[in-house]
């Protein structure tokens, strides 16, 4: 099932990477009606289990996106992913280094709930082109597309990659595939100690195709967290403008 967004706050994925459940609840009213998505990721989900899900779930109407990275063996992934099933989960993330089987099995575990959307990460957007060549050498232009590839022939609804990569998946894969694209940096803002490496502008990622933008430090300690999102939203709604 592929659902392209419509309205530009919708592409807004938050990382709510905030330590409890305290945090989070403050954050999510604190930024409900500015994102379409809050992403849980494994900080939060560590510590306060799958409940974290349903809190969200009450108190806004924007999706939930739970990245778990999921990277197994094809039935332990899958039985994770019908685990997930049974909560309020827009998309779940796998890693497509798990392979071909593994996302096949868990797409088709994905497909029996109709709410579930599976997203396979290519390549860390943290990885630069000198790390992935110390482990593999290879490029990560070709790695990235690749990884996509399978994915689109395991039945994911979309991919993870970064800004960078995101121009050459749409031409590859065209519209079959969503694309989510994390290692989000507005030009103001600078992130401290900044662990990412393949990183764009809102702008660059959208005029490239991205679907989503996924962008968590950026807003997360803005001293204005609410006008740091709506400043994204309106820079994601003149880049779409440009591109028609
Ligand atoms: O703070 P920042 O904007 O870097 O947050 C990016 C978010 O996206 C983090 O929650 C991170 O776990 C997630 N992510 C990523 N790279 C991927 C997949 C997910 O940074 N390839």
Do not use: W
């Amino acid at each position: 099932m592929t659902d392209h967004p419509t309205d530009s706050k919708d592409r807004l994925i938050f990382a709510l990477d905030v330590p409890d459940r305290e945090s989070a609840m403050r954050t999510v009213k604190l930024l409900d009606g500015t994102v379409g998505m809050f992403k849980v990721g494994l900080e939060l989900f560590v510590r306060e289990g799958p409940q974290i899900l349903q809190a969200i779930r009450d108190h806004t109407s924007s999706k939930i996106f739970l990245d778990l990275k999921l990277h197994d063996i094809p039935a332990t992934v899958a039985r994770a992913v019908r685990s997930a099933c049974a909560h309020p989960v827009h998309f779940l993330t796998v890693h497509a280094a798990g392979g071909l089987p593994m996302m096949q099995e868990a797409a088709q575990a994905a497909a029996q709930a109709s709410e579930l959307n599976l997203l396979a990460v290519t390549v860390l957007t943290s990885m630069s082109e000198a790390d992935l060549a110390s482990e593999r050498g290879t490029g990560m232009g070709s790695l990235v597309l690749a990884r996509a590839e399978l994915a689109r022939q395991a039945g994911c609804t979309g991919i993870v990659c970064s800004g960078q990569e995101v121009a050459a998946v749409k031409q590859q894969c065209g519209d079959s595939i969503l694309t989510v694209v994390p290692g989000v940096r507005p030009a103001e803002g600078a992130v401290a100690e900044d662990d990412q490496r393949r990183t764009a502008t809102p702008a660059q990622a959208i005029t490239d195709g991205a679907d989503y933008l996924v962008v968590g430090r950026p807003i997360r300690d803005a001293k204005d967290p609410r006008g740091a999102a709506q400043k994204i939203v309106e820079e994601i709604e003149s880049a779409r403008r440009n591109i028609v």
